[in-house]
Structures are given as structure tokens and as C-alpha cells.
């Protein structure tokens, strides 16, 4: 019997489980400047608000970075 148990995600700051999957903008600190990189999905904390990157958020935050640096070296 193959029963595959799927992980409850929680917030990594208050370790709730009220989180609900949106697109918006997230920022990166990157040295002294922040960047703004529209349109990441992120999961968002019903309960504190934090932001936490699905995979395809981190992928395309990676893509931004390296964008980023590529220009300002």
C-alpha cells in the first residue's frame, strides 16, 4: 500500500498553518540596495504576514538576482 503523506507547510515566523498562495512583490536586500521583484508567488501568513517563496517564487527570485547582478556587476 502506497500512501503518500503530503507536509502541512507552516510559517517559518509564527508557525502557523493559515497560509494562502498569492502573486506579488517581493523584496530582496541585495548590499545596501533592495530590489523589488514583481510578480513572485509567494505564500502568505493570514496570521502575521510574512511572505514565504513557493519553488517558482525562488526560481524566478534566482532569475531577478542574477539579472541584476549581470547589469550593476
Known sequence: ????KS???VCEKCGS???K???TTYPVQMGERQMNIGRV???ECQDCLSLHPTQKGE????RAM???SN???
Open 21 to 23: 498562495t498569492k502573486s
Open 7 to 9: 507536509k502541512k507547510k
Open 41 to 43: 508567488s509567494v505564500k
Open 1 to 4: 500500500m502506497n500512501s503518500k
Open 71 to 73: 547589469l550593476f556587476g
Open 66 to 68: 542574477g539579472a541584476f
Open 17 to 19: 498553518s493559515n497560509l
Open 59 to 62: 526560481e524566478k527570485i534566482e
